[in-house]
């Protein structure tokens, strides 16, 4: 495992996404993972090519992660906080602390939801099926079986989803970044913020 380095694999996209917090020994590598209940994960080890970079052996406080960006350095790592103090330590043992104090939460409660309904033609030819959209104005995120529509035990395809919301006006220009918890959804989602 020396000249392994851990990645975690989207069974959905192939997209490889580097682990950063892991302890390397000689023969072995000890990855801490929290997984739910029949949750999954798909961890690979890809050789290092030329220099390694420093990865995270330990980290205390406030820190909840860590991520990298394909636009900085590929060797840079960011590390998701909350309020108070941290420290962060790498495998060449220099030691970031940190005192951070972040914007409280923003809560997305109320959505505009677009669902696009694929429902069976009128006659019992062979036809196309009819697509429907069926919007849901400054809605909270329901089942779409609790939405107050006719029919919608018997809707299937796929919702648009769209909110809008403001930092704070005290938010820092650059030192944090903003984190999106989707809660528990079942299927697949893609996301966009600003068009992105």
């Known amino acids: 495992m020396a000249n392994r380095t851990p990645v975690l694999l989207d069974a959905w996209s192939g997209q490889a996404t580097p682990l950063h917090h892991f302890k390397r020994g000689k023969t072995d590598m ?25 990865y995270v052996t330990d980290f205390t406080g406030s820190v909840k992660g860590f991520f990298s960006s394909a636009k900085k350095s590929k060797d840079a790592i960011f590390a998701l906080v909350s309020d108070g103090a941290g ?6 043992g220099k030691e970031c602390r940190f005192k951070r104090s972040v914007p409280k939460t ?27 959209n069926i919007t849901f104005l400054n809605q909270p995120l329901v089942p779409w079986l ?29 030192g944090l970044s903003a984190y999106l918890h989707l809660g528990r959804f079942e299927g697949a989602v893609r996301l966009w913020l600003n068009g992105k």
């Open 30 to 54: 000890v990855i801490p993972m929290t997984l739910g209940g029949n949750e999954t994960s798909i961890v690979a080890f890809v050789k290092d090519h030329g220099a390694k970079d420093p």
């Open 87 to 92: 420290t962060v330590t790498l495998s060449n």
């Open 106 to 132: 923003t809560a997305l409660n109320l959505w505009n939801i677009i669902i696009e309904s694929w429902e069976r033609p009128n006659t019992t030819e062979v036809s196309p099926a009819k697509l429907r």
């Open 146 to 174: 609790d939405l107050d529509g006719e029919g919608m035990d018997k809707v299937s395809g796929v919702g648009y989803y769209s909110t809008n919301f403001t930092l704070p006006s005290h938010y820092p220009k650059s």
